[in-house]
């Protein structure tokens, strides 16, 4: 998995917000967080609430000792499983600038043209 998956991105998000060592806890407003980010990322919520439940369930089973969740190829495994992130649908309808810059002036032809009339007339 490329380290610039969105997928990939949101378990070391979550992964660095997890509390509690082996409790795996998450705080509510972290939660929230990661759900505005996996949006953003085009990542469906559905599928945000299992990175980070994959991520919990690492910080569970791993070790002990350590403070830090592991983020090791068994959730790099995982998270493959899950579908790939698209892009927002905002980000998919966006225009391009010569698209707006074409329709402004299209626009702005139309309203000179009425302009010339009713000072003509």
């Known amino acids: ?25 998450l705080r509510p407003g ?16 559905f599928d945000a609430n299992l990175v980070i439940a994959i991520v919990q369930d ?22 493959a499983l899950l579908r790939e992130a698209r892009p927002p649908v905002n980000a998919e309808r966006a225009a391009s600038p010569v698209v707006l810059l074409l329709a402004s002036s299209g626009v702005a032809a139309v309203l000179m043209a009425i302009a010339i009339r009713w000072l003509g007339a």
């Open 1 to 25: 998995m490329s380290p610039t998956d969105p997928r990939w991105v949101l378990a070391v998000r979550a992964a660095y917000m997890i509390q509690g060592g082996r409790a795996g806890i």
């Open 58 to 79: 690492a910080a569970r089973s791993g070790d002990a000792s350590s403070a830090r969740v592991r983020l090791g190829p068994e959730v790099a495994d995982r998270l």
């Open 30 to 45: 972290d939660r929230r967080h990661l759900h505005r980010l996996a949006s953003y990322m085009g990542i469906k919520p």
